[in-house]
């Protein structure tokens, strides 16, 4: 009899056992998540703009025909900081190059049988690299004239 005894008892500390730990599952409330505070969404945002703008430089770009600028080609241009000009006159104007160096703008060709190609200036100062080489600078004033190279 003692071990039916000592059986039914185990069973019976067994059976509760279960018992009480199923019931603490059962009983929990699924744990809430709370929606994000939009104030600190906000700040988050204001941050990430702020850190775009100071990743980019403003300038403008100038061309220069026959000695004349040409008023419509003329624009306020913002970048990414460190981007070649290249790739900015890639993006904002029609442009025809071959190994860095424009030779048309806007259908403005250059002319090696007068010798009239495209140079560009910088603050109103010959450029001393390639396009391919210089990335604009904040309130840089860029030139591009069509000119005769001496």
Not at 15 to 23: D, Q, R
Not at 91 to 118: P, V
Not at 119 to 148: F, H, K
Request: glycine share 6%; net charge negative.
């Amino acid at each position: 009899m003692d071990k039916k005894l000592l059986s039914r008892l185990f069973l019976l500390s067994l059976s509760g056992a279960l018992l009480v730990g199923c019931g603490d599952q059962a009983t929990e409330a699924p744990e809430e998540t709370e929606a994000p505070d939009t104030e600190e969404v906000e700040t988050t945002e204001d941050t990430t703009d702020s850190a775009e703008t100071a990743d980019e430089v403003t300038f403008n770009i100038d061309i220069v025909v026959e000695g004349e600028a040409v008023a419509d080609l003329s624009q306020e241009v913002t970048a990414e900081e460190g981007t070649y000009l290249l790739d900015v006159m890639h993006e904002n104007y029609d442009i025809e190059e071959e190994g860095g160096f424009i030779s048309s703008i806007e259908g403005h060709e250059q002319d090696d049988a007068n010798g009239l190609y495209w140079l560009y200036y910088i603050n109103d100062e010959s450029a001393e690299v390639g396009a391919a080489e210089y990335a604009p600078e904040e309130a840089d004033q860029i030139e591009w004239r069509l000119e005769s190279f001496e």
